[in-house]
């Protein structure tokens, strides 16, 4: 046991000499394994070691009983210990996980919380290759795609580490009973309510008794070979993402035809990393969520919206959106002065105006959509979203035209349409974003004063997977104003 965990410490990198790593213990067989053959490896690498204990109280005395079993441990040993107390049923009930779920979250979010602040630099788990081989199978009856199937990493990139990952269940009571070291058996884990346990205790010996005894071991390899493949995808993903991936928090858009014209391995991958920016993680994320998203991309049909766990995703104008549920934001109509930038509620811009001095020679370089004739406007200019049945007549149009008609031919998204500013002047809409000033209001060479628009929109992001972070990018306007590619 000892040579099998030191190999698999070396083999993944997990620690360098002096770290401080924490080792949650929970009182049952893996976990007490695990403290023992690290305090046991600890100088080898000189680490600093504690004890981490989390009681989800979901078993009244039975919990208490572990949780003093786990601090006896310790003090025996001579570690510190931290014990964390969350009330899990109740957070089940607010968040509408499963117990099990909600008391992962609450282990995660404590481990997490202690390597975050600089207190451990690793957190060690006693999950095993049979925990491994259970949940390659699980996520497979659940319909998982290749990266569910890859399993738990030995090591993940927030500091959580496996160094039993490559040991068996059976292998570690083995160590244990031969060292005399007792153990905690939870009442819980023996419960075919939770549907690990129906795997553990049921289907997996059944399948290994009927089909292959090798089977937990063929499971973990799979986990591994997943693991390869998803590294590899990882840089064919990234170049592919590059500057398609666009962020407009809390939403992510990208185009439709750009993920239906992709190899469909790697558009299930693009469609995987934009879910995980806009929900935050992938939790309840299956392989059939992502192909509901792929559908919609390549569907005929230009318009339509998929609800998936935790996300809505929408389609308009060859543009995708994936978003968690909002309500729809109100309307706004708000009075304005000059000069001075002006906020548009919900649509991720601001309005500035200035006015031009009189006789000013504008030199007509600006974009004529930006210049007002002050002098023909009249009372309160103010800011308002677009409403239906809005029309006017931009510069250049013969006639008056529905804004919605303008918003089609344009290629503006309708989640975008909802927000979209305007001005307007005694009812009379003078100047709408993108499409200009009204034929009437527009600055002319005989003006003597101009209001300059300007349109400052949020810089929008793309995902830059080489470096793990959002970066700008910079939506390019032709001669009209219109953003390159559409609603952008």
Same mark, same amino acid.
């Given at each position: ?40 490896? +600890? ?28 601090? $006896?441990? $310790? ?27 909600? #008391? ?136 592919? +993402? ?7 928090? !809390? ?26 920016? +806009? ?17 919609? #991309? ?7 919206? /998929? ?7 929408? /389609? ?12 729809? !934001? ?56 677009? /409403? ?16 919605? $008609? ?14 979209? !500013? ?15 000033? +009204? ?5 002319? !060479? ?43």
């Amino acid at each position: 046991m000892l040579a099998r965990v030191a190999e698999t410490i070396e083999r993944f990198g997990m620690f360098v000499r002096g770290q401080r790593v924490g080792v949650a213990v929970s009182g049952g067989a893996d976990s007490v394994c695990l403290l023992h053959v690290l305090l046991e490896l +600890a100088p080898r690498w000189d680490l600093q070691l504690s004890v981490l204990h989390v009681d989800h109280r979901l078993r009244g005395a039975e919990s208490d009983a572990d949780a003093q079993f786990v601090s $006896a441990l $310790a003090k025996g040993l001579g570690l510190e210990i931290r014990c964390h107390r969350a009330e899990v049923r109740d957070l089940s009930l607010e968040t509408g996980d499963n117990l099990e779920q909600a #008391a992962r979250q609450v282990r995660r979010a404590f481990f997490l919380g202690l390597i975050q602040s600089g207190v451990l630099d690793w957190v060690a788990l006693g999950h095993t290759r049979s925990d491994q081989a259970e949940t390659v199978l699980f996520r497979f009856l659940r319909g998982a795609g290749t990266a569910g199937l890859a399993g738990m990493r030995p090591c993940s990139a927030e500091g959580l580490v496996r160094p039993l990952i490559q040991a068996g269940r059976a292998e570690v009571e083995q160590f244990l009973r031969d060292r005399g070291i007792a153990w905690r058996d939870d009442s819980s884990n023996r419960d075919l309510s939770f549907a690990r346990n129906r795997i553990r205790h049921d289907l997996l010996p059944a399948l290994k008794r009927d089909w292959n005894p090798a089977l937990e071991g063929i499971l973990a390899r799979a986990a591994q070979v997943a693991q390869d493949e998803e590294d590899y995808w990882r840089s064919v993903v990234e170049e592919a +993402a590059a500057g398609n991936l666009v962020a407009r928090p !809390p939403a992510v858009l990208f185009r439709a035809d750009w993920l239906a014209g992709l190899n469909p391995a790697v558009a299930r991958r693009v469609t995987r990393a934009a879910i995980q920016r +806009a929900k935050g993680d992938l939790r309840r994320i299956d392989l059939q969520h992502v192909e509901q998203i792929l559908e919609l #991309a390549r569907s005929h049909r230009g318009e339509g919206r /998929r609800q998936i766990p935790g996300l809505e995703a929408c /389609r308009s104008c060859q543009w995708m959106r994936l978003s968690p549920p909002t309500q729809e !934001p109100g309307d706004y109509d708000l009075e304005l002065s000059a000069p001075g930038p002006h906020a548009a509620p919900g649509a991720g811009c601001e309005v500035e105006l200035e006015l031009l001095p009189p006789r000013i020679d504008c030199g007509y370089n600006e974009r004529e959509g930006e210049l007002l004739d002050w002098g023909r406007i009249s009372g309160t200019l103010r800011l308002r979203n677009g /409403r239906p049945g809005d029309r006017y007549r931009p510069v250049g149009h013969a006639t008056e035209a529905s804004i919605g $008609a303008l918003f089609r031919e344009a290629g503006v998204p309708r989640w975008e349409r909802r927000q979209w !500013p305007l001005l307007t002047c005694g009812g009379q809409i003078v100047w709408v974003a993108r499409f200009g000033p +009204a034929a009437g209001y527009a600055a002319t !060479p005989e003006s003597r004063s101009v209001l300059k628009v300007r349109e400052i929109r949020k810089m929008p992001e793309y995902f830059d997977l080489k470096f793990g972070r959002w970066r700008p990018i910079v939506i390019e306007r032709d001669s009209a104003g219109r953003a390159g590619g559409g609603g952008l």
